[in-house]
């Protein structure tokens, strides 16, 4: 297998937690029910398939670096998914989904920030156009689930046994 690169190490990261992003929007929708959260769980779903879409062409891009690219990605996606699994037991509700959510997306902001500042010394124009893509909707996300989780936390009764 092709040795990655610190850039293509994190790439293969963002790819991982994108591909981790989808099943925890599932898992916290569940949580959720129909409502209007319900509905920003979707969008993120579908921009983190896309952003998985994306992250996989580039990967494809990079001269025998694509399986090495993609084992890295799967592994990174295992770990994160044992994390939500840690997390989001069996008793937990939809403000315990939200706020497991802000942590990874979060986590996501960060290694998307930290690609883009690899990639400045690194000056891959594919690079710089996947990071300009995604960035801001990791940032969303981060917002939206957070926003999520304070309209959730509003309506406990912080003096009710837990």
């Not at 990079?62 to 998914?81: M, Q, S, V, Y």
């Amino acid at each position: 297998m092709a040795a990655l690169t610190v850039l293509e190490d994190k790439l293969a990261e963002v790819l991982g937690l994108a591909m981790a992003a989808q099943a925890a929007t599932d898992k916290v929708a569940r949580l959720t029910g129909e409502t209007a959260l319900s509905k920003v769980l979707e969008r993120m779903h579908e921009e983190a398939a896309e952003t998985e879409a994306r992250c996989t062409e580039l990967a494809g891009e990079l001269d025998g670096k694509k399986t090495a690219i993609l084992d890295k990605a799967r592994e990174t996606k295992a770990e994160a998914t044992e994390m939500m699994k840690t997390y989001l037991g069996e008793e937990s509700d939809a403000l315990d989904g939200f706020e497991f959510l802000t942590m990874a997306e979060a986590g996501e902001v960060g290694h998307w920030s930290v690609l883009r500042k690899l990639n400045e010394r690194a000056r891959r124009n594919d690079v710089q156009d996947l990071v300009d893509w995604a960035l801001p909707i990791q940032e969303r996300h981060f917002q939206a689930v957070l926003d999520g989780s304070l309209e959730l936390a509003a309506k406990e009764d912080p003096n009710e046994p837990s």
